[in-house]
């Protein structure tokens, strides 16, 4: 079925939204409009990417009217170093609105993943770019099947057993995205205090972090004040992760 984009416009009255059949990539037409000086909370989409973008080099799976693959040009008043919080708060708005449409409990896996008895149903990116922050969000919605070989294995909410249409999503999340962007925006530690309620990954769990050097072993213990994650390596040493993927060790 075609994305009624009208419906999600009389939604949301005042929003700029450009919808797209077949685009490479969401994020690169977002790029372009925040330099031709798109408002905060533009949303671009597409039905179909064919070189969706994920994080650390990966591909992201846009096969046509599956998922919702959509990028946000933000303007918040924020500093250059808020991404994590910024990423932070797209999970918080993404989880939250995943979860009121499909009445199932979900978890959040810093910094990007939004998960479903382990198997991811989400994931984000957010960026600097041309004085905007560019945030891309692709939510498994409809899909039956996912590629082989996912570096995580990949579900969607339709395959858990929820009918949850793309565009009382997209409605969902655009104005959940503002909240938790404004929530940042006023006070960061609230943002941290949100998601160490909302991820069972964020403290006592045993994972393997990679990084370009190593590959680290510990339990989580946290988030500092910026959002990065903190874990008790097992010889007892705290480190910071600033980047990478945290997976169950
Ligand atoms: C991740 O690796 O978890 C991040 C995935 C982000 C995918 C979305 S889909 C819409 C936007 N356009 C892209 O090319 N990527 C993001």
Known sequence: ???????????????????YET????????????????????????????????????????????GLYVSLILRPNLPAESIPLVMLALGLATKESMEGLAGLKLD???????LIREKKCAGMLAQWEAGAILAGIGNNVGQTR??????????????????????ELLAELAPAIDRFITVGTRSPEEV??????????????????EQ?????????????????LKI????????TIFAGGVRPA
Request: charged share 30%; aromatic share 6%.
């Open 212 to 228: 370009p050097d190593r590959t680290l072993v510990g339990v989580t213990c946290g988030l500092d004040a910026s959002g990065f």
């Open 23 to 66: 685009v490479g990539s969401t994020m690169t037409l977002a790029s372009e409009l925040a330099r031709e000086g798109a408002p905060h909370g533009t949303i671009v989409g597409a039905e179909e990417q064919t070189a969706g973008i994920g994080r650390m080099g990966r591909s992201w799976d846009s096969q046509a009217g599956a």
């Open 146 to 167: 996912f590629p082989e070989g996912l570096d995580t294995p990949a579900t969607s909410l339709r395959l858990e057993g929820a009918k949850v249409r793309r565009e």
């Open 1 to 19: 079925m075609l994305f009624k984009v009208e419906e999600v416009r009389a939604k949301l009255p005042g929003r700029q939204i450009d919808w």
């Open 108 to 114: 959040l896996r810093w910094p990007n993943d939004i």
């Open 192 to 209: 941290v205090r949100r998601v160490l309620h909302e991820s069972t990954y964020v403290s006592g769990r045993r994972v393997r972090v």
């Open 232 to 239: 008790r390596e097992d010889d007892g040493r705290e480190t």
